[in-house]
């Protein structure tokens, strides 16, 4: 089992879908949400995902691709 | 960790013990190191810090680790010059430049990890690691050798050679990663969470960033124990900006200065500027972007510390400002020709921005200012290589002379 902390961001036209819910039901992960926000032209949540690591990684993949942005919680780690 | 207490949140002020964590267990907010200041300054005075080591470790009472014996190379404590040359070119009479392109590994990374690696032995951790396209990974691979410790060093697959000749010398594990910017970024965090090395800027990254307000301290010290009116800082993640901001206030609080009164000005690259562009749409969300500068060293897309950084200049009255990649390069041959200091991308940056607010007008000619140089130019040469144009002569004298007449 995995535990992945991550902050989604999503631009406006995607504020409105249900895509974390979509998430847990599409694949064996629990969300768990623990910070969020929503502004004029965007939205971000950070929230951890707990399940099969594979199952995780497949969820991200299909949350990308749905065009949320995913970054580990801690920002960028690659540095210059 | 003689005068630090425990790790607090920033975001929900929950308290943890000291441990190398760098998210709050509640909310995931980034934990930054608290310090018992009155024992700080019970153990400091200004001649106390005189009679320190000429390195960042004369301010060990105000760093979150054991100073008595660091993983050291004798970062720090690096020239403060008078830029007469560069600042008449400006317009500008009080003109320095903090230079740290002359650390053990020509940045200020030196700094950061030296209390990481520092952190990091004595967590009793084995190994140090860390993601990087350039300067980190030199500082990572030579504080390991210096600690005997193992060193990791994830690079993207694709990066060039000799980008990390500098770090590969001292013999780390490389580790090149088959994929984009992001993949590298998450495959670290993953690992960082799964193995019990000591990521410096993940799972120590408390202790990692206070040694940026070393640059602080000694720029005050430097200056006569004063902050100067303005500082010129370049910024990736908005770290080392706001623990300077740090380091001026600390030393204010243990009564070694009068209270800073420094405007501070954030300096980035075009091409990765996403605290400029939330400070220029006054707000204090930052949009992640994908970077796409020569600027490497501060191709940060989503930066950890944007949101603090936005609140600091709105602290100080500080600015943002922005600068393209010609500009950058303009400005490095500009420092180079007029004060002899061969800065990288980054400090290309820096310059730049320092041009724009002298000319915008927002640095007056007598204010007191300082432009912070974080890199070596020997880093990213590549940008300029178009300054090498010999003039090309026979092997003869008068080949010599008249070419020294057309001059």
Redesign the interface.
């Known amino acids: 089992m995995a535990n992945v902390k991550v902050r989604f961001t999503f631009k406006p036209d995607l504020i409105k879908d249900p895509l974390i819910w979509s998430l847990g039901r599409e694949f064996e992960i629990t969300t768990n949400i623990r910070r969020a926000n929503v502004v004029e032209d965007q939205g971000w949540v950070v929230l951890e995902l707990d399940g099969d690591k594979q199952e995780i990684d497949r969820g991200i993949a299909w949350i990308k691709e749905r065009g949320v942005r995913v970054d580990a919680v801690e920002g960028d780690v690659i540095e210059g | 960790m003689a005068n630090t207490t425990v790790h607090k949140c920033k ?1 929900c002020s929950r308290e943890y013990p000291l441990s190398p964590m ?2 709050c267990d ?5 934990v930054e190191v608290q310090y018992d200041y009155d024992a700080i300054q019970e153990a400091v005075t200004r001649e106390s810090i005189q009679a320190g080591p000429h390195s960042m470790w004369r301010y060990a009472e105000f760093l979150p680790v054991d100073g008595s014996n660091p993983v050291d190379l004798n970062a720090g404590f690096t020239p403060l010059v008078k830029a007469d040359r560069l600042g008449k070119l400006l317009g500008l009479n009080n003109l320095y430049l903090k230079n740290d392109s002359v650390n053990p590994t020509f940045s200020f ?1 030196d700094r950061v990890v030296a209390v990481a690696s520092t952190a990091a032995r004595d967590f009793g951790f084995d190994t140090i690691a ?7 990974a030199g500082s990572v691979a030579a504080h390991a050798a210096k600690a005997g410790m193992k060193g990791f060093v ?1 690079i ?1 697959a694709d990066l060039e050679i000799g980008k990390v000749i500098g770090a590969a010398i001292y013999g780390p594990t490389m580790v090149a990663v088959k994929g984009n ?2 993949d ?3 495959l ?3 690992i ?2 799964q193995y019990r090395w000591a ?1 410096v ?2 799972n120590v ?1 408390p202790f990692y960033s206070e040694g940026s307000k070393t640059l602080g301290y000694e720029v005050a010290e430097q200056l006569g124990w004063r902050t100067p009116d303005h500082a010129v800082i370049p910024s ?2 908005g770290s080392m900006f706001t623990k300077i901001w740090k380091g001026y206030n600390e030393f204010h609080r243990v009564g070694l200065i009068d209270k800073p009164k420094t405007k501070m000005h954030m300096a980035q690259p075009v091409g990765s500027s996403p605290i400029v562009t939330a400070y220029d749409e006054g ?1 204090k ?1 930052i ?2 972007i994908r970077p796409q500068t020569i ?11 944007g949101y603090y950084g936005l609140n600091v200049i709105e602290e100080t009255g500080g600015t943002a400002h922005a600068v393209p990649d010609e500009v950058i390069i303009e400005s490095m041959q500009i420092l180079a020709e007029t004060e002899g200091i061969f800065t990288e991308t ?1 400090g290309g940056v820096t310059i730049g921005v320092l041009r724009a607010l002298a000319q915008e007008g927002t640095i007056k000619p007598d204010e007191l200012t300082v432009a912070y140089i974080t890199g070596n130019g020997l880093k990213t040469q590549e940008v300029v290589e178009s300054v090498v144009n010999p003039i090309t002569i026979e092997p003869d004298f008068s080949a010599f002379e008249e070419a020294l007449k057309g001059l």
């Open positions: 975001e760098n998210v509640f909310c995931f907010g980034p990374k860390c993601a990087s396209t350039g300067n980190l994830f993207p910017y992001d590298v970024n998450r670290c965090s993953e960082a969470d990521f800027n993940i990254r990736a993640s707000t969300e949009r992640p600027a490497k060293s501060l191709a940060i897309g989503n930066p950890a510390d980054a």
